[in-house]
């Protein structure tokens, strides 16, 4: 396939933006060569500027659940535009995709929306402390909250591609109260707060991990750190941005079958348009600003278009639950071609999944955290993203990515990515 255009495109950006992209990870800095420039997008299809058809495994990066341009999404978004793009003023439509939220999530009672998962997370984080009076927050090596701050310590997806996983720029003020425990590791997290006893205010994950490839919580992982959190005094942020309305309904507090104190969205909750939300019971969000004293605004949260992308999508998704078992069986099929086809090729592999998240690490060592994602062979994993391009697939341009399927995708657009598979020399 060519993709001169995608070339001489990235050589324009990036005389007027930095590295040519807007969120790093889309430079294709880990895997090399030029980053494909979209054109437009249907369904499972990307399609480039030099008119290439691409089957996308990223889905925006989560949000395109339902595939691209789908329709109810981008008729309700036309439908509001026509009326006002935005108002800094209540409307109805925020309530009712606060009331379906809430009726499709366990355990929380209120929802703000905001533009950003990394938004979401910062501000679930400054109720937390201000909920608790303490400061201090536990996060795990290799999860990704977004660039806020607080987070840049030990981060996955771009932080870790790009090499700063704790970015300058963050103070040794702030970079302290972050306290880091490597992923399913819960004696090092019961150590942490040994240490730190009274100090902790929150202790914040992705239930499923998707910002180091995908990693699976451990049995008794979460229920220990709930358990633990009920006797210290801690909140549990379930950080489900990538997994809210995507492993269920009710996102990986449902799949799983434990309750966190406060979750928090994005991606999927948006049908694609910017929006993040965090949400927890009455007792803690009241402590929110207007009703409370934690301060927390946006001149764009809660605009009409976001709104009537976000209920278009989530209605779909409530009123068709059986999405995500579709979704969830397309990725098993994937898995077992993939499973198939690299057993054959006799080299070190290992594949991660949960519902419709699924990655691919080349070693041999069971990836259950940071420390044994990094282990995977980038060398062989270039190979892997570029021969797989080149036959019009396109993955995730890091290994310290999940990928994200979504249900437009066909069995035959499975298949053919597994032929692609066979086909190549690793
Ligand atoms: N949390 C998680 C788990 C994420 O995967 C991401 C983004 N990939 C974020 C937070 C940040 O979201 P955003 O990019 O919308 O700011």
Request: glycine share 12%.
């Amino acid at each position: 396939m060519l993709y001169q255009r995608s070339s001489s495109l990235f050589a324009e950006a990036k005389k007027y933006i930095p590295g040519g992209v807007n969120s790093p990870v889309r430079a294709f800095k880990a895997v090399g060569g030029d980053p494909i420039f979209v054109n437009e997008a249907k369904g499972a299809y990307l399609y480039d500027e030099d008119g290439n058809r691409l089957i996308d495994y990223i889905a925006s990066w989560g949000p395109l659940i339902l595939g691209h341009a789908y329709a109810p999404v981008v008729d309700a978004v036309i439908d509001k535009a026509k009326k006002g793009t935005s108002f800094g003023m209540p409307t109805e439509i925020e309530t009712e995709l606060a009331q379906l939220t809430v009726s499709m999530v366990p355990n929380i009672d209120k929802i703000r929306f905001v533009n950003s998962g990394t938004e979401a997370c910062m501000s679930a984080i400054r109720l937390a402390r201000g909920y608790t009076g303490r400061d201090k927050i536990i996060k795990f090596a290799g999860c990704y909250h977004g660039h806020s701050d607080s987070f840049l310590i030990q981060a996955g997806s771009g932080a870790v591609t790009f090499g700063t996983p704790n970015s300058p720029g963050v103070t040794q003020g702030t970079a302290k109260d972050t306290l880091l425990a490597p992923y399913n590791d819960l004696e090092s997290v019961k150590a942490l707060t040994q240490a730190n006893r009274g100090e902790i205010a929150a202790i914040i994950i992705e239930p499923v991990a998707g910002n180091m490839g995908c990693i699976v919580p451990r049995e008794g992982f979460l229920e220990g750190l709930r358990e633990l959190c009920n006797r210290e005094g801690i909140l549990l942020l379930f950080d489900e941005v990538m997994t809210g309305f995507r492993l269920a309904k009710g996102g990986a507090q449902e799949a799983l079958g434990i309750n966190a104190d406060m979750v928090m969205f994005g991606k999927v909750i948006g049908g694609g348009l910017p929006v993040g939300a965090f949400a927890a019971r009455s007792e803690i969000m009241a402590h929110l600003a207007p009703e409370g004293p934690v301060y927390q605004a946006g001149t764009l949260s809660g605009n009409p278009l976001a709104m009537g992308a976000g209920l278009a999508m989530l209605t779909q998704l409530n009123e068709h639950p059986e999405v995500f078992e579709s979704l969830a069986d397309k990725t098993e099929h994937l898995y077992e071609g993939f499973d198939n086809v690299l057993r054959k090729k006799g080299i070190p592999y290992q594949i991660n999944r949960f519902g419709s998240m699924i990655s691919v690490h080349f070693t041999n060592a069971p990836v259950m955290d940071f420390e044994t994602s990094a282990k995977g062979n980038n060398e062989t994993f270039k190979k892997y993203f570029h021969g797989m391009l080149e036959k019009g697939i396109y993955l995730p341009p890091s290994a310290f990515e999940s990928y994200f399927l979504n249900d437009a995708l066909s069995y035959g657009d499975l298949d053919e990515t597994i032929a692609a598979l066979d086909a190549l020399d690793l």
